[in-house]
Structures are given as C-alpha cells and as structure tokens.
C-alpha cells in the first residue's frame, strides 16, 4: 500500500508562485509515472501534469506548460509541482497520483491541497 500526502497549497494573489510537494510512503516506492491533478469548484476533476518516474520525461497540460514545473527526488520519495505566474484560473484542489508498474490507470491519490489564485 501506498500513501500519498500533498503539501504547500495556500492562498496567493495573481502572478505568484507556490511550490506543492506529494511525499510518498508505505511499500517500496517505484511508481511508473507520478501526476499532477487538479479540481476547481464545480468543476470535474483535470489533469496537469505526468512525469515518467524513471526516464523523469513529462507532459503537461497546455493550460499550465510554461508556468508549471513538475520534479521528483528520489530518495525523499517526493514529487513537486513548482507553480509560478499563477492566475485566478488555476484555483482549486490539487492532487497528486501514483501510477504502478504494469497498470493502465492512477493507482493511489493523495488527500489534496487547496491553492486560491486571488484576482
């Protein structure tokens, strides 16, 4: 089993930057590839960003390419997502998902972290 805790959200004016982490823990972990979610109110839940966890290659979404940059340290077992030239847009829950070796789909999610872009 897996857990994922997400950390680093809070609230932000336009233009700023935030830094979330997601630390993994329970069995070895050695995801095939780490993402990035998001939720905004009323909304269903989007993808930001994935990171191959062993090549470290990524995708982003067009919405956040550019602004956002999504890293990993391995021995702390943690992933970020470095979040500048924020906008009111990109409020919402953040979530981090681990996907397994061999599985076609996110394997574990973390609680989520609130970010608030103030206008």
């Known amino acids: 089993q897996v857990q994922l805790v997400e950390s680093g959200g809070g609230l932000v004016r336009a233009g700023g930057s935030l830094r979330l982490s997601c630390a993994a823990s329970?069995?070895?972990?050695?995801?095939?590839?780490m993402g990035w979610f998001r939720q905004a109110p009323g909304k269903e839940r989007e993808f930001v960003v994935t990171l191959d966890y062993s090549a470290g290659t990524t995708y982003y979404a067009d919405s956040v390419k550019g602004r956002f940059t999504i890293s990993r340290d391995v021995v702390k077992n943690t992933v970020y997502l470095q979040m500048n030239s924020l906008k009111p847009e990109d409020t919402g829950v953040y979530y981090c998902a681990a996907q397994l070796q061999f599985s076609g789909s996110y394997d574990y999610w973390g609680q989520g972290t609130q970010v608030t872009v103030s206008s």
């Open positions: 329970g069995r070895t972990f050695s995801p095939a590839y």
